[in-house]
């Protein structure tokens, strides 16, 4: 896999965890890295302090797939950067026309996740679909909340949105808008208020390799169940994604069946969406 390969991988999960609804643990297993991502975050204990003493920088560089880490990263912060701004500004301009996109991403990865995952299913492995998509469900469908959050909520602010990030429909944006942390967060970020900052971050570095070592565990002893569970979770995470809805004062949404006056825009962008992701499938599989 090359470098620019990875780094555009790394723009499209930094896009996709700026975004509420979206997740960049989705962009990562719909283009083939989720595995090798949470290999990574795995590696990172406090042996690399012995192996930096005893190999330095070239035994680091190895243990941590940095030919894999570095442009990732760079991909991430720079998409975070720019990428997600303008995303966002497309959202207040025309949400059903970019949900639409999502829509066809996100449906087209959870088909090719199925695909490869039906013939290994067991009844179990069905159970815990329904299961994830239940799940998925009831979190999207929840009503956002308003909160003036105290310092200490910070970190565990943090690491829920971060390890959230490393889960296939589960955006960590999202939770925040869920438990009214979001527009908080919003403002400390364009006020660069350092402490909270530092406490948000601090608690998701904590969050998203801890989260790291359970998905990996899950993955070694129960790997069907395990993409079962998150193959659902994508599915259910659509309702998040759907264009046609509406919101109350509350916060709350209501999805509806679209009239033609505004099915066709959105429904063409969803199927873009859908080929775009679908050609990533398979150039994934082709790239390693």
Do not use: N
């Not at 960049?24 to 719909?30: D, E, H, I, K, R």
């Not at 801890?210 to 259910?236: D, P």
Request: glycine share 12%; net charge neutral; charged share 10%.
């Amino acid at each position: 896999m090359s470098w620019f390969g990875i780094w555009v991988r790394g723009l499209a999960m930094g896009a996709a965890d700026a975004v509420p609804g979206v997740s960049g643990g989705t962009v990562a297993f719909l283009t083939g890295i989720y595995e090798r991502w949470l290999a990574v975050l795995t590696a990172i204990t406090p042996e690399l302090w012995t192996i930096f003493s005893r190999e330095g920088i070239r035994g680091l560089w190895l243990r941590l797939d940095g030919s894999f880490l570095v442009p990732l990263v760079v991909g991430i912060l720079m998409s975070l950067i720019t990428l997600a701004h303008w995303i966002k500004d497309w959202l207040d301009i025309f949400p059903d026309r970019v949900w639409g996109f999502f829509l066809g991403l996100v449906f087209a990865m959870g088909i090719g996740m199925l695909s490869d995952l039906r013939s290994s299913m067991r009844f179990k492995d069905w159970a815990w679909l329904v299961i994830g998509i239940l799940t998925a469900l009831a979190l999207g469908l929840q009503t956002p909340q308003s909160a003036s959050p105290s310092l200490w909520v910070w970190p565990f602010a943090g690491a829920m949105a971060l390890s959230a990030m490393l889960l296939p429909g589960v955006s960590g944006s999202f939770l925040l808008l869920l438990a009214g942390l979001y527009p908080a967060l919003i403002s400390a970020v364009s006020a660069l208020d350092i402490k909270i900052l530092g406490l948000f971050i601090g608690g998701g570095a904590v969050g998203i390799l801890t989260m790291a070592h359970i998905l990996k565990a899950l993955l070694a002893r129960h790997h069907t169940e395990a993409l079962s569970c998150l193959t659902g979770v994508v599915f259910g995470a659509l309702v998040r994604v759907w264009p046609w809805q509406g919101r109350g004062d509350d916060g709350s949404i209501s999805l509806f069946v679209p009239t033609m006056e505004v099915l066709w825009g959105p429904l063409g962008l969803a199927v873009s969406g859908f080929v775009l992701a679908s050609l990533a499938l398979k150039l994934s599989a082709r790239d390693g």
